[in-house]
């Protein structure tokens, strides 16, 4: 792949560049043919474009895969009007851009065929994200062909075009002087900044308010505070040894994730002399991804957390003799064992330790500054001087404006990639003020809550369809182009506004001239302008010269004392969090998300209340039964899920659900006599529990005092994997089974291979096994890297045609995934490490599979993969029930979607499964054979790393790593000859290809781990 | 055919049968119109089927996913009404092939109706194997046959296909068996029937017999033969059965002991069965003479002993488990005896080994009521034996990160409605329209082919067994 | 004596059966089985003219043989390079020119009826022989020959660099007028032609290995 890419880069492109750049804009005049996916929808005559025939070439060529397995008798095959020197039908082209799913703006690389793309990847060179992506940006794709994203602009909720909508938006506006303002979301890009500015330079007091549904405003604000400039500082998890998050899920949600696990995993690295191995601290009430990776996990309840919080700044200023304006002891009392731990540890990694706090509460925040000036971390671990413009929402003015609106101040409201209507807190007032409101314009790719309650709705680009530049932190600028046309008329923000403004330079020009001004200065490497622009084009950012913006020294007395406030007893404190794949309620209408299983709890199509065993028991709750929690007057319903190593007095709910317009999912999957829709007409997946936000002080809180009642009803949640420990139950025997093996540092500094002592006299009957004379291909799954953040599950998904079933054949436990990430506790329900293990088709030499199907379905091929013939297969299932892993998937029913749009997605070089047939993880054999075939064309020899198959280039963590066994250099020799390494089930002889390094907790106790 | 008798032996068929009244017995309700209650039954049969018509073709049409099954239970329903089919033909084979190689001339007035038994039971054994598929429409592949494809062939290591060998081959041995046997009593009926129609069918179905001493001697000896061919079948077809369990890998299937176990488990649930059909047949059809309540009680001592065979292997089992030290093995068996289908061990730990010790005592075998409930028993038994096999061994194997649970869907129960259905409908067709049991062999243990017949009616003159050549002579 | 009759008649019937069983099969033509397909093109393009009597490369029209599983077909402007000169076939130019010289009026031009086609679809005016983009009605459809089954995947890339000849599995293109499949392509003919190579029985490719796992085709 890797190759390809260069290629492409290399040569053609060189050549083409102006030509093709210039080109890329006028090149799309109308969508594609053949995608009309709405029968109204009908495309000009004129000359197709050279992509939308080689889309439509890829359908007779490659892509019939879109068609089914028919044969028809009489298949066009339509050439190219006019072949482009670069384009090759049937090959892929990669193209460099930036992830939009949230702000953190990770570097992607586009893969296309024919002129769509079909897969999303991380951009290796990129500064930030170094070739990590989520598993939202690996679902991205997918919503590009949401067939049901806005088409047309609407007019008063009638579909409309965009010349009447220009028409009455510019006619409204002529007629105002003030009272414009413009809600977005965190903008990242100075051009799009600088567009809307000028936009509301024609009218007085207008502004521009950004606002993050989730918010960490208060981190800004205390900075404002304590260091003068209200800025996000860049968290360098990378330069971190010790780090204490106080409820910060930054390995899943919390501002850039994946940048972020790129760091802290980078961080946690055995291999070398002397094992450097971070010690990772989290506070939390409930389980979060990040506390399920934590060294030494603390169970606090939120109203507790300030406590612990003002305890350790006061240990610590003590400590280092600094008297700060601090309140007296709180009414918690802290442990103070566990408090002094902690202050050693800090103190001893002085400048390279990292205190972070996800509360968006600012007596929090301050304090939390304050204590990263004591350890003298600003400037190592935090960049205020090169902060992050990765969210800049400020909480206060979303408030004034709410209170401008009510008080008829506001004359037009411009809302842009932002739902209020949804996620603020009181959305009900807000949208009741938006009536009063002349002109409303929502600029949405959905037809979302807000976009039902304006008088105009704007339909945005997809990113992979736009141009756009960001810059994440000060220096680092990220870009965006278009890998396809727009597949429905849609515009971007800044064109709008542009032609609103009269002038309508494309975004490229806009773009363009944004480069030369302001960026293109900034650097001294390049001299030409041009080349500048091509190389950042074709790398996907640009590093330039960081502004000065040194940030003022911390001044103490920027400290306000503060007591905690404490919840009363009978109460419940109500944690709000982000899923990683519903993250702020954005992604609700992509299926690959709703389906992947959430990384701790592995609840799919669903949001509902974790609470702790304890009070399950207490309250004789079962999981999926139904209760009502109340806060104020809110009051909705949510499944119950009993989440081990959750604080008793922590109900903890996700943000993101209850959209409008989920119940589009209610025909997904099978349909049958007793099977169930996802989800029902008219309803929503999940609650929407952004109701139970609300202002605190200055800024939006996620948690609240709520009160909890079982109805008595019950909704069955749809989990992939029940609350298994390694631990058999009692019961039944409770032995220890040792797939997943861990130990801690110390035992590892006197033995690397400790915790992993447990061979087996592995019986065999034949004294010589086959010998793999060419390639050996394996893998192996570093456990200490790996997060459980999911981004392989739906890289896999997306590279492989993986189906989406549905909730109720989830509940029935047939869920598809060809990866799923095993998660297991250890230790009781109060206090549980978690260990997060993928696993996948094993690809066992001795494959217990392939002897048992009579048809040869399955066979070993002589590179060790374990080969599914769906064609062949009948499926008899007998292959899957006698595989030890479990990891066989089989088509119970057709689950093919007819969604002629959604289809474009699927990668024309895999078969897509039909009914009654077997898959599984074919370790991307695709991948390998486009691998051989370029090889074989350069005739060249295959070397390490020229296949990346897609879980392994997906992992934010490196976790994964593939390659030929036979070749002593490759980097899973390495790992097979790591004394950590180890297969599961080794001593049943099935001699698996996929290894596994044990775990290392950063732990003093030298437990032997589990098993 | 001449055999002495010993006039102390009680004699196998009751009260003082002539030949003609052998015929006329067996003939007669062949050749009256259908009594009501057939009706009534036949026609509950078919509705049976009927519904497990509808349930089959939904399946295929829909696709498995009706099924109750998921990514851990591959196989539930499916594959246990299999092998609980095949293990009721066994009974069949093993009265009219084993015992009459052993010379149990007893068999004589049962064998006829336990092998048609056995067929019917194939039949609806082989049907699951197809239905389960994913790709019913494909099945053929499963057998090797020259194609345009390499040519390509089967796994030859599959036990899925040495099941499709086996039981085809069981089937057809059988049916031949079967068919072979029921050549004279064709003729016979030829010969008494007055109907054209019927003439040319019987006497096509007959091979045109004529019961000349030399058909009854070719007849006798491929009836040897073939008794030969099929008796180890008998052991053969259920061994190769439980190897598609016991050479996979799960804890709970990979058991050496399997074949042995299977095949008596096989035998005991088939004498069950025949016991059930007999009672209920030796009633409706009045056989009593025929079907005595010797015959019943020498079938209730076969179950004990199979019986008592099935209880060693669960001990076995266990023990093993135990023995092994294998933790993987003995988590399943504690999960069987524990775990969340408890339940279903339970009902087969009770109705395979507990209850049929209730045989030991000679009044509940010669108690009709008795042992007609406990065939019932031991076949619901029997049926969970495998259910248990198939399912506790899966649902909890290897990575508790998979564990699951499975439970049948009505289109599931349908189909196993279904299958019985079809058994039934079967079963009835044959009362109906073939001779229950074997004319010619009862004929030859008439109590008075003896040389000193005690016959009170001296008019009839007692003739030879091969002297019924000529009663067929005179059609 | 009736026995026997029953019989012998049972024979006859089983025999004549097997007979016509037998025979039909033998010449059956499976499903899928495209061998021999020859559809008319709308254009009728021939091979026989390009690649046998003018010699020119299968590579100058199917360049992605090399660089992409597929071969591609080529686009209307590759046709142009030429045929923006050569507007007519051979003889018709011949015979017009001496016409021409009988009534000695200048030279007329010609344009035969199959390229006209091609001209319309690229948008190419032979009156002042220039595009005129607006006029171009789009791509030239043609009809598919070579197909596999979706879950088939077949790739150019290593028989062309292994030295495969294009003829070994398309035929002697470059006799055809209209082109047609000459192989079966089904799976025992792929299959047992990598045998054949693996035994050395291809003289071009002696040494050299192809593979007859079954995830080379089928993933």
Redo the contacts between chains.
């Keep these: 792949m890797k190759e390809s890419k260069k290629h492409w880069k290399g040569i053609e492109e060189r050549e083409q560049t102006t030509a093709y750049l210039e080109t890329l804009e006028s090149e799309f005049p109308e969508p594609p043919p053949r995608l009309d996916v709405e029968p109204g929808a009908e495309f000009p005559e004129a000359?197709?474009s050279r992509r939308s025939?080689l889309t439509a070439?890829g359908f007779?060529?490659?892509g019939?895969?879109l068609?089914?397995?028919s044969?028809g008798?009489?298949?066009?095959?339509?050439?190219?009007?006019?072949?482009p020197e670069e384009m090759?039908?049937?090959?892929a082209y990669w193209y460099s851009s930036t992830c939009r799913g949230c702000t953190a703006g990770c570097g992607i690389v586009t893969k296309n065929r024919d002129g769509r793309p079909i897969k999303i990847e991380g951009n290796p060179e990129h500064p930030l994200s170094r070739g990590g992506l989520c598993a939202v940006g690996q679902a991205m794709v997918l919503s590009l062909y949401d067939s049901q994203r806005l088409q047309d602009p609407m007019i008063n909720g009638q579909p409309g075009n965009w010349a009447d909508l220009d028409l009455a938006v510019t006619e409204g506006l002529e007629a105002l002087s003030d009272g414009v303002f413009v809600l977005t979301g965190t903008v990242s890009s100075p051009s799009e900044r600088a567009r809307i500015n000028q936009f509301l330079a024609r009218f007085e007091g207008s502004e521009h308010i950004e606002y993050d549904p989730v918010s960490c405003s208060a981190i800004l604000d205390a900075h404002q505070q304590t260091h003068g400039q209200r800025r996000l500082p860049h968290y360098r998890f990378d330069r971190a040894r010790v780090i204490v998050s106080f409820d910060a899920d930054f390995l899943g949600t919390w501002i850039s994730p994946v940048e972020f696990t790129k760091g802290y995993s980078s961080g946690r690295t055995l291999e070398g002399e002397s094992p450097q191995l971070s010690h990772h601290l989290q506070l939390e009430g409930r389980m979060s991804l990040t506390g399920s990776n934590a060294d030494q996990r603390i169970k606090v309840s939120p109203d507790d957390l300030f406590a612990w919080l003002a305890a350790l700044t006061r240990r610590l200023a003590d400590r280092s003799g600094v008297d700060a304006p601090l309140a007296g002891p709180a009414a918690v009392e802290v442990d103070q064992d566990l408090l002094d731990q902690m202050v050693e540890r800090l103190l001893d990694a002085r400048g390279a330790s990292l205190v972070v706090s996800g509360v968006n509460d600012f007596q929090n925040q301050l304090l939390v500054n304050f204590i990263n000036h004591l350890l003298g971390n600003y400037g190592t671990t935090l960049d205020l001087d090169q902060p992050s413009f990765q969210a800049n929402g400020n909480d206060r003015r979303i408030f004034e404006l709410l209170g401008r609106m009510q008080a008829g101040e506001v004359k037009a409201l411009l809302i842009a990639g932002v739902n209020p209507a949804y996620s603020l807190p009181y959305a009900d007032q807000f949208t009741q003020a938006l009536e009063s409101i002349p002109i409303t314009v929502a600029f949405a790719e959905q037809f979302d809550e807000t976009a039902r309650v304006v008088r105009y709705v704007c339909p945005l680009h997809h990113a992979l369809e736009a141009w756009g530049e960001q810059e994440l932190t000060s220096g680092v600028i990220s870009l965006s182009q278009p890998v396809l046309a727009p597949l429905g008329r849609t515009r971007s923000l800044c064109q709008c506004l542009s032609s609103w403004m009269g002038n309508e330079p494309s975004d490229l020009e806009r773009l363009r001239s944004h480069f030369r001004e302001e960026v293109f200065p900034r650097q001294s490497k390049i001299g030409d302008f041009e080349e500048f622009w091509n190389q950042s084009v074709h790398d996907g950012y640009a590093r330039v010269q960081p502004r000065s913006l040194a940030a003022a020294a911390f001044q103490l007395d920027a400290l306000e004392p503060a007591a905690a406030a404490t919840l009363d007893e009978n109460s419940y404190a109500l944690v709000l969090y982000e899923k990683i794949s519903m993250r702020d309620g954005r992604h609700a209408h992509n299926p690959w998300l709703q389906e992947l299983p959430d990384p701790v709890t592995k609840v799919v199509w669903d949001n509902y209340a974790c609470i702790a065993p304890a009070v399950a028991s207490r309250l004789k709750l079962q999981e999926g039964d139904r209760v009502r929690v109340t806060a104020g007057n809110t009051s909705l319903e949510f499944p119950v899920q009993i989440q081990p190593g959750q604080h008793e007095k922590v109900i903890a709910i996700a943000l993101g659900y209850g959209r409008q317009g989920t119940d589009r999912f209610s025909k997904v999957g099978?349909r049958?006599?007793?099977?169930k829709a996802t989800v029902l007409e008219g309803e929503t997946i999940g609650g929407n529990a952004f109701l139970y936000t609300a202002r605190q002080g200055p800024n939006i809180t996620f948690v609240n005092a709520v009160s909890l009642e079982p109805t008595g009803q019950r909704s069955p949640l749809a989990l992939t994997?029940?609350h298994?420990?390694?631990t058999?139950p009692e019961?039944?025997?409770g032995?220890q089974?040792h797939?997943v093996r861990d130990t801690t540092l110390t035992a590892y500094r006197e033995d690397p291979a400790s915790g992993n002592h447990f061979e087996h006299e592995v019986l065999q009957l034949w004294d010589q096994d086959y010998v793999y004379t060419g390639h050996h291909w394996g893998m192996a799954i570093d456990l200490n890297r790996c997060t459980g953040c999911s981004a392989c599950v739906v890289g896999c998904q997306a590279e492989n045609n993986v189906p989406v079933v549905g909730k109720d054949?989830v509940y029935?436990?047939?869920?598809m995934h060809w990866i799923?990430i095993?998660?297991?506790y250890s230790g009781d329900d109060q206090d549980v490490e978690t260990v997060h293990?993928p696993?996948m088709c094993n690809h066992c030499d001795h494959a217990?599979c392939e002897?048992?199907?009579?048809?040869?379905a399955t066979?070993h091929?002589?590179e060790g993969?374990n080969?599914q013939?769906?064609?062949?297969?009948?499926?008899?299932?007998?292959c899957?029930?006698?595989c030890?892993?479990?990891v066989?998937?089989?088509?119970?029913?057709?689950y093919r979607t007819e969604d002629v749009r959604e289809n474009l997605v699927l990668n024309p070089?895999?078969?897509?499964r039909?009914?009654?047939?077997?898959e599984k993880c074919?370790l991307c054999?695709?991948r390998i054979?486009e691998a051989?075939?370029?090889a074989?064309?350069e005739?060249r020899e295959m070397v390490d790393g020229d296949i990346k198959i897609a879980c392994q280039q997906s992992c934010p963590a490196d976790a994964i790593v593939f390659g030929d066994m036979n070749d002593p250099e490759s980097r899973i020799t390495q790992a097979i000859d790591n004394p950590r390494h180890y297969r599961?089930?080794e001593e049943?002889n099935?001699r698996p290809s996929i290894g596994y390094l044990t775990k290392v907790r950063n732990k003093e106790d030298a437990g032997e781990g589990h098993g | 055919m001449s055999q002495v008798y010993s006039s102390l032996r009680k004699p196998l068929i009751g009260g003082h049968k002539s030949l003609g009244d052998v015929t006329d017995d067996v003939a007669r309700p062949l050749e009256r119109r259908a009594t009501g209650l057939w009706w009534m039954a036949f026609l509950t049969a078919l509705t049976v089927l009927g519904i497990g018509v509808i349930a089959v073709s939904y399946q295929i049409y829909t696709g498995i996913g009706t099924w109750g099954l998921n990514r851990t239970v591959g196989w539930g329903f499916d594959i246990t009404n299999f092998v609980f089919w095949v293990g009721i033909g066994h009974a069949g084979t093993l009265i009219s092939a084993i015992l009459f190689v052993f010379r149990q001339r007893w068999r004589t007035s049962i064998n006829r109706s336990a092998e048609a038994m056995t067929l019917f039971a194939v039949m609806c054994a082989g049907l699951f194997p197809l239905i389960h598929m994913g790709r019913p429409w494909l099945f053929f592949w499963i057998a090797p046959y020259p194609n345009f494809r390499g040519p390509l062939w089967v796994n030859f290591r599959s036990p899925l296909l040495w099941d499709f060998f086996a039981i085809s081959t069981y089937f057809i041995i059988s049916a031949v068996f079967w068919y072979i046997g029921l050549m004279p009593d064709m003729a016979t009926l030829r010969d008494r029937t007055q109907s054209r129609f019927k003439k040319v069918i019987y006497g096509w179905m007959s091979f045109g017999w004529n019961g000349s001493t030399r058909t009854w001697v070719r007849y006798e000896t491929t009836y040897m033969l073939l008794a030969a061919f099929a008796t180890p079948l008998v052991l053969s077809v259920h061994s190769i059965v439980s190897m598609d369990f016991a050479t996979a890998v799960i804890p709970g299937w990979h058991t050496t002991i399997f074949p042995p176990y299977f095949v008596a488990g096989a035998v005991f649930s088939g004498f069950a069965m025949v016991l059930t059909l007999m009672l209920i047949a030796r009633k409706v059809l009045n056989y009593e003479e025929y079907i005595t309540v010797d015959h019943i009680e020498k079938m209730c001592k076969v179950i004990l002993a199979t019986g008592g065979i099935v209880a060693l292997a669960y001990s076995m089992e266990a023990f093993m488990a135990w023995y092994s030290v294998n933790h993987y093995e003995r988590f399943v068996f504690l999960n069987r005896a524990l775990g969340p289908y408890a339940w279903a061990y339970r009902i087969m730990v009770l109705c395979n080994v507990v209850l049929p010790q209730l045989l030991w005592f000679k009044r509940v075998r010669r108690n009709l009521i008795a042992v007609f409930i406990m065939s019932i028993v031991i076949n619901i038994g029997m049926w969970f034996e495998r259910f248990v096999i198939v399912v506790t061994s899966l649902h909890r194997d290897f990575l508790p990160s998979s564990w699951a649970m499975y439970s049948p869907t009505i289109i599931e129960l349908a189909t196993l409605a279904g299958s019985f259905g079809l058994f039934f409908t079967c079963f009835l067709l044959f009362a109906r329209l073939l001779p229950f049991i074997a004319i010619g062999e009862v004929k030859a243990v008439l109590n008075y082919a003896r040389p000193h017949p005690p016959s009170s009616d001296e008019k009839r003159v007692p003739t030879p067994p091969a002297g019924k050549g000529e009663l067929a002579l005179e059609g | 004596m009736k026995l026997r009759k029953q019989l012998s008649l049972l024979a006859a019937v089983v025999l004549v059966a097997c007979y016509v069983i037998f025979f039909s099969v033998a010449d059956l033509n499976l499903p899928g089985n495209h061998q021999g397909y020859a559809p008319e093109q709308p254009i009728s393009f021939s091979h026989r003219l390009h690649s046998g009597d003018l010699k020119m490369s299968c590579l100058y029209c199917h360049p992605g043989v090399e660089k992409s599983p597929v071969a591609g077909i080529p686009a209307a402007t590759t046709c142009m390079n030429c045929h923006r000169f050569v507007t007519g076939g051979w003889d018709e130019t011949q015979i017009q020119e001496q016409q021409d010289q009988l009534e000695n009026r200048e030279a007329q031009f010609i344009i035969s009826d199959e390229l006209a086609k091609l001209y319309q679809s690229v948008g190419f005016d032979t009156d002042q022989m220039a595009y005129q983009e607006e006029m171009a009605t789009g791509p030239i459809e043609w009809t598919r020959i070579h197909r596999l089954p979706d879950f088939v995947y077949f790739d150019h890339r290593p028989h062309v660099t292994a030295g495969v000849a294009c003829q070994s599995c398309h035929g002697p293109v470059e006799t055809m007028e209209r082109v047609a499949q000459i192989s079966t392509l089904s799976m025992g003919w792929c299959v047992n032609c990598h045998r054949d190579v693996n035994n050395g029985l291809v003289p071009e490719l002696v040494g050299r290995v192809a593979s007859t796992e079954c995830g080379v085709c089928h993933y």
């Design positions: 000359a197709v025939f070439a007779s060529i490659a019939s895969t068609a089914g397995c044969r008798p009489l298949e066009k095959v339509i050439p190219l009007l006019n072949r090759i039908p049937g090959r099978a049958w006599i007793q099977g994997q029940t298994h420990t390694v058999v019961k039944l025997g032995a089974r797939m054949e029935r436990r047939r869920d799923r095993d998660r297991y293990q696993m217990p002897a048992v199907c009579p048809v040869l066979v091929n002589d993969i080969q013939i769906y064609n062949r297969c009948v499926g008899t299932r007998y899957a029930n006698n030890p892993y479990k066989r998937r089989f088509n119970w029913f057709d070089d895999i078969t897509t039909t009914r009654g047939v077997m074919s054999i695709q054979q051989k075939y370029e074989k064309r005739g599961v089930l049943m099935f």
